[in-house]
């Protein structure tokens, strides 16, 4: 696992609640992975909406523009629905993945949202296992147990 306080996103167990002077915070939108061969994975999951679109352009701009992946995979498995700021917000990820040599691929979304991607300018190869999230696949091209 990745220690994603760098990337202000937190990572804790789906259910548990965590509590930050005296606040009871929310799940994350996003969780953040690193693979040992070079890729970070970022998982955002549930729908995607104004209130999330801070977070996630903030984890995809940090890991781009300071982790340096070889590869950034997002993949989109969890993610029920997204809104135009957060397509926008992918679309705008794989191009400053390109001027930063950071290879951009979003994996597992749905035969709907890869539609909406496409049209905002994404390209095709980008996107890897359209409408096919299997359980057992680890998000960077390989089997889980």
């Known amino acids: 696992m990745l220690d994603c306080r760098q990337l202000g996103v937190l990572l804790w167990l789906p259910g548990e609640q965590q509590v930050t ?8 939108a996003v969780n953040v992975v690193s693979d040992a061969n070079g890729s970070l994975i970022i998982q955002p999951h549930g729908f995607l909406g104004a209130e999330e679109a801070v977070e996630l352009r903030h984890a995809l701009v940090h890991a781009v523009r300071r982790l340096r992946p070889l590869r950034l995979i997002l993949d989109m498995r969890n993610v029920r629905d997204l809104d135009s700021i957060n397509v ?23 035969l709907t949202i890869a539609g909406r991607l496409t049209a905002a300018g994404i390209a095709a190869h980008r996107l890897r296992h359209v409408g096919t999230a299997q359980p057992g696949y680890d998000g960077a091209g390989g089997e889980v147990p």
């Open 88 to 110: 926008g917000t992918l679309a705008a990820a794989c191009h400053l993945g390109d001027d930063h040599q950071v290879a951009v691929f979003l994996d597992n979304s749905s």
């Open 21 to 28: 002077e005296g606040h009871t915070m929310t799940e994350p």
